[in-house]
């Protein structure tokens, strides 16, 4: 996926299902650690909660390896677990969403609970601010010195991002550039043969 959603900002809303009060955080979370704070920030927010389920998808939506959830005590399954299931088929990534509830007297049940969290988070998205996320690649370029002038044209027609660069028996560019460009500076660099190489981690 070249580009996808992920929240503008942290964001928040409540809704009330047989007296028990579900209140939602969502917030931008590029990796685990940063997730890791807001869940214990909204968990220190609410001490005397019954739970405080969540469910996080860190990275561009479609990557599974950055997916988890937690039920915090609520019966296995009826909590993270859908509240996964919202985030998975949102298109959002960078996303953590938290789940607060204080008990209402009233038991929901296990189909009762997998629908509230699920419509807990629903109603979070639906309102939430977006911004758009276009994926990026890191790449290293290797060039010859006599084609010094060629690489730094490419990186402005492409709008590569440099991060570094080093000059040994060639000049090497550590950078970053649009996942939906790659193929066609992969394309244009092709020419030059060893003069001018592309180097990628895909």
Request: charged fraction near 20%; glycine fraction near 8%.
């Amino acid at each position: 996926m070249s580009q996808y959603l992920r929240p503008a900002g942290d964001f928040e809303t409540e809704i009330v299902i047989k007296n028990s009060r579900f209140i939602t955080y969502v917030a931008h979370t590029p990796d685990n650690f940063s997730s890791d704070q807001f869940i214990d920030r909204i968990r220190q927010l609410h001490p005397g909660a019954n739970h405080n389920c969540w469910a996080r998808i860190t990275a561009a939506p479609g990557d599974g390896r950055f997916w988890s959830c937690s039920d915090d005590g609520e019966p296995k399954g009826t909590a993270g677990r859908p509240m996964l299931t919202v985030l998975e088929h949102s298109g959002v990534g960078e996303i953590t969403a938290v789940v607060t509830r204080y008990f209402g007297g009233v038991k929901l049940g296990t189909g009762g609970l997998v629908r509230a969290y699920g419509q807990a988070v629903n109603e979070a998205l639906a309102s939430m601010p977006t911004e758009p996320v276009v994926a990026r690649d890191t790449i290293t370029l290797l060039a010859d010195f006599n084609q010094t002038g060629t690489i730094e044209h490419l990186i402005s027609r492409f709008e590569i991002t440099v991060a570094d660069r080093q000059w040994g028996e060639q000049l090497k560019i550590e950078a970053e550039i649009d996942s939906e460009r790659l193929n066609d500076l992969q394309q244009a660099i092709a020419p030059y043969g060893n003069e001018l190489q592309l180097i990628t981690d895909k």
